[in-house]
């Protein structure tokens, strides 16, 4: 199973659609979700295309492919329009021999309580990274729509047990 990892899309209509489009240009199976999928938060300036409810259309066309966890933007309310689960504070995932433990990262965030073979996907800080911290792989493919800390728009594939952070735009 190939599986494409975004984060933080927080209402963006046109990045909503660009992280979609590459979806399917890779040709995954299933688009995992990190958080903050409609709400922009009130310490982000508000994306260039702030269009929740056309998000909500566009992923709800796909919901049957969608695996997702919630971010501290996320609520209930969320819930109600999205017809795919988006409550769950955590996932665990299995590729190949790799054990991934998804959240979005403002609640979850202790590498200590992890084995040391689990990679630790998550979001939140909007920076795309590829690294290793106490000894586990974090991985997080940053923000398509308010990207921090000159960091670009990316997604991370997941594909047999590799883990790949690559940029959104080429």
């Known amino acids: 199973m ?3 990892v ?18 399917r ?11 903050d999928i409609l709400y922009h938060g009130p310490r982000n300036d508000l994306p260039a295309s702030y269009e929740p409810k056309k998000v909500i259309a566009m992923l709800n066309e796909i919901k049957d492919e969608i ?5 501290n933007c996320d609520t209930e309310v969320d819930q109600m329009v999205l017809e795919f689960p988006i409550m769950a504070d955590y996932i665990y995932l299995v590729s190949g021999e790799t054990t991934i433990f998804a959240t979005h990262g403002h609640k979850f965030n202790d590498l200590s309580m992890l084995p ?3 990679v630790f996907l998550y ?14 792989r974090t991985m997080n493919p940053g923000s398509p729509s ?17 883990l790949t952070l690559k ?4």
């Open 2 to 4: 190939k599986i494409f």
């Open 167 to 170: 940029p959104l735009y080429n």
């Open 116 to 118: 040391k073979n689990t």
């Open 67 to 71: 695996l997702a966890v919630r971010g």
């Open 25 to 35: 240009e890779e040709k995954a199976d299933r688009l995992l979700l990190l958080g």
């Open 146 to 162: 308010i990207p921090k800390n000159g960091t670009v728009p990316s997604y991370i594939i997941i594909e047999n047990g590799d």
């Open 123 to 136: 979001g939140h800080t909007h920076v795309a990274c590829d690294e290793v911290k106490e000894g586990i």
């Open 6 to 23: 975004a984060s933080d899309i927080h209402g963006d209509s046109a990045q909503c659609k660009a992280v979609i489009d590459k979806y």
